[in-house]
């Protein structure tokens, strides 16, 4: 620098430099989430019964309640010993306790990422008894003229991401043309 070199000028440094900002960039991108109430990021699977019908999915949310005692056991990281004290402070709270929930009605689903607004599809979740083993996946029909999921940026089902959505402030705005 001192000897006149100029940095700037130089095309493996410059590469060098592209390449880090644009890691940067990345990174950043992928922490940025914007956390929404009433949605979710799941993996898409196929109907390979034929139960759902077109423009229909399900969807089965299973999480684990947020209890103190969860909690005691995933910051002591299951150390029985530092636990004990505090769970018998703690009553009736199982650690195994779930929540689950079937989503029924207007569901906004995009494939993740969404490159293109005609990605965003109104779909109808339903509630299918034989889908009830299902937790956390997003169950898309396996009838119709052309799979749901590849309307969506030509997604298929062999570990795709997709982001659900029931949040009423958005499902209410969105119509299906």
């Given at each position: 620098m001192l000897t006149g070199y100029e940095l700037h000028k130089d095309p493996i440094m410059s590469s060098i430099l592209y390449t880090m900002q644009l890691s940067q960039t990345l990174a950043i991108k992928k922490r940025a989430r914007i956390s929404l109430e009433d949605s979710c990021v799941l993996i898409g699977v196929v109907d390979d019964q034929g139960i759902l019908?077109?423009?229909?999915i399900f969807v089965q949310i299973r999480k684990e309640k947020n209890t103190a005692k969860t909690n005691a056991r995933k910051s002591f990281k299951g150390n029985v010993k530092n636990v004990a004290w505090w769970e018998?402070?703690?009553?009736e709270e199982d650690a195994n306790q779930v929540e689950q929930k079937i989503i029924e009605g207007k569901l906004?689903?995009?494939?993740n990422?969404?490159?293109?607004?005609g990605d965003i599809r109104l779909l109808k979740g339903v509630n299918k008894p034989e889908f009830?083993?299902?937790?956390n996946v997003v169950v898309f029909p396996s009838t119709g003229d052309r799979p749901l999921c590849n309307m969506m940026s030509g997604g298929d089902l062999d570990g795709?991401?997709?982001f659900v959505t029931w949040n009423k402030v958005i499902t209410d705005h969105i119509t299906e043309d």
């Open positions: 019908a077109p423009n229909e018998e402070l703690i009553e906004i689903v995009s494939r990422p969404c490159t293109h607004p009830h083993h299902l937790n795709d991401v997709y």
